[in-house]
């Protein structure tokens, strides 16, 4: 099905929004005189998409027209052909980007969060550049991987990727715009120059498109004869590339977008999904959805399936849309606290330039393809028995019964990474774990194993300590050191 979606105008704003538009303007034209000449390109692309956000905020979407894709729209990952073998000639058409420019403060870290380590002391970013050259040394293709960094991350980024320096593997970096975040209450930009970071924004994994064309590398792709990019999170280790999709996007010319999709449970409420919206197909996120329908978004029965931000897109079909100026991306508005004061953020997802493309669809994959590591709890996963390392990828071990993983929940005392480590001596063995709580003040000595559903609640001002080669199965732990039968 051939999508196309036209560019908003701006020209027939109503007068307050021109007016609040002929501001901002005036405000960022003194910005840029405080500020370095990169910066300017940045604050013209902040106009546009603030105009954008003043013709579309009172826009809302009828939910009546929201449903569930049809048939046709979703494949499913199984009904492709391949069994994984390798398309040497697909492959050396690829890129592998990540979306890099996060920063490790939700985990107590400084620094880009792609600097964790996450097993077998490798980092994300390790990770990320041994499975790019794996799959060059399997297909002896020169498959390059790319990073979008955020100002916050990037001379972080350089200095990591520095011992990778004459490797085969070519590593590829830009960077996303920088964006002033805006007082909410009088609609005016929070910085007047570019010496404090925190007074400006990445806006979104969506400013891709527009900043791998400014930084040169779309047209340099192309001009090396790539014709996909595999689009992911650096924090989702189970992003790889996928010879069966790889192999069914190169057989399928038409096509120029993919969004792997998977299986909603419970616990992935709030993720976006894909929907029919008058024949198009769309990215919907929970904060486009009317409150009063917020319910029906989250339920697991309309919507079954929601994005995991793995993307396939054709870099032929990006030159064209921003060529055209046609690219549309629905507006977030984020607001955050800052000062005592509300900001406001404006941001995109990449994902929802799905509408742009032609005969875009959704690939429903195994929940496999989509391991986040968001915390601290699910760091404990990736860094137990429950995973193997092979060439950079994580694998569930064989021994693990259900495919499905533990659920596991860390009080306060674990947020942080570093306080997170010294709780444990070694990661617990929780090959046949189900669940996991843990509350207060716990430590865990070397090779504790734990069994089914296992509760450890430590009381204000106690601390319990979990002995060395402990075995809990089915236990709750209490602050008063009882072992209770579950």
């Given amino acids: ?117 996450v097993r077998d002391g490798m980092t994300f970013l390790d990770l990320a550049v041994r499975q790019v050259e794996d799959l060059n040394e ?144 769309r990215l919907l996120e929970l904060a486009q959805v009317p409150k009063r329908f917020v319910g029906e978004f989250k339920s697991i029965t309309k919507f079954r399936i929601f994005n995991t931000n793995n993307l396939w897109v054709r870099l032929s079909a990006i030159k064209r849309i921003l060529q055209a100026k046609a690219m549309h991306m629905e507006i977030i508005e984020n607001k955050k606290a800052f000062r005592d004061r509300t900001v406001v953020q404006l941001e995109q997802a990449v994902g929802s330039a799905i509408k742009n493309f032609a005969n875009a669809r959704g690939i429903n994959v195994p929940r496999s393809r989509f391991l986040p590591v968001k915390q601290c709890q699910d760091l404990l996963l990736v860094m137990s028995d429950l995973f193997q390392t092979h060439c950079g990828r994580l694998m569930l071990n064989e021994a693990r019964v259900f495919n499905t993983l533990p659920l596991v929940k860390l009080g306060e005392e674990f947020k942080k990474v570093g306080t997170f480590l010294s709780r444990f001596e070694t990661m617990p063995k929780v090959l046949e774990l189900d669940h996991l709580t843990v509350s207060g003040d716990v430590r865990f000595g070397r090779d504790v194993e734990l069994k089914g559903t296992v509760i450890i609640i430590a009381s204000e001002g106690q601390r319990i300590d979990i002995p060395p080669c402990a075995l809990l199965e089915n236990k709750i732990v209490t602050g008063d050191f009882r072992i209770l039968e579950h």
């Avoid at 007074?199 to 779309?218: N, T, V």
């Avoid at 996007?249 to 976006?272: L, N, Q, S, W, Y």
Wanted: hydrophobic content about 35%; aromatic content about 6%.
């Fill in 1 to 117: 099905m051939s999508q196309v979606t036209k560019p908003v105008v701006v020209d027939m704003m109503p007068l307050e929004a021109q007016n609040k538009a002929d501001s901002m303007r005036v405000a960022l034209n003194v910005i840029k005189q405080n500020v370095a000449p990169h910066l300017h390109r940045n604050l013209d692309g902040y106009q546009q998409l603030y105009e954008q956000f003043l013709v579309e905020a009172a826009l809302t979407i009828d939910w009546e027209k929201c449903n569930p894709p049809p048939d046709g729209m979703i494949v499913n990952h199984s009904s492709l052909n391949g069994d994984n073998a390798w398309h040497k000639e697909a492959a050396n058409k690829l890129a592998v980007l990540k979306l890099n420019g996060g920063l490790g403060t939700s985990m107590g870290c400084t620094g880009p969060k792609s600097a964790i380590t």
């Fill in 138 to 281: 399997r297909c002896g293709s020169t498959v390059p991987l790319m990073l979008m960094n955020s100002f916050n991350t990037h001379t972080d980024t350089d200095l990591i990727l520095r011992k990778y320096d004459g490797r085969p593997t070519k590593i590829l970096r830009f960077n996303q715009s920088q964006m002033p975040r805006i007082f909410k209450d009088v609609s005016q930009p929070v910085p007047n120059d570019d010496k404090d970071n925190e007074e400006w924004f990445p806006p979104g994994h969506g400013d891709l498109y527009r900043s791998l064309q400014a930084s040169g590398l779309l047209d340099q792709l192309i001009a090396e004869g790539k014709e996909y990019l595999f689009i992911s999170n650096i924090d989702n280790l189970g992003a790889v590339v996928d010879p069966n999709i790889l192999r069914y996007f190169h057989d399928t010319p038409d096509c120029e977008f993919i969004m792997e999709v998977t299986d909603k449970t419970r616990a992935d409420v709030k993720g976006g999904t894909l929907i029919n919206y008058e024949g198009q197909l």
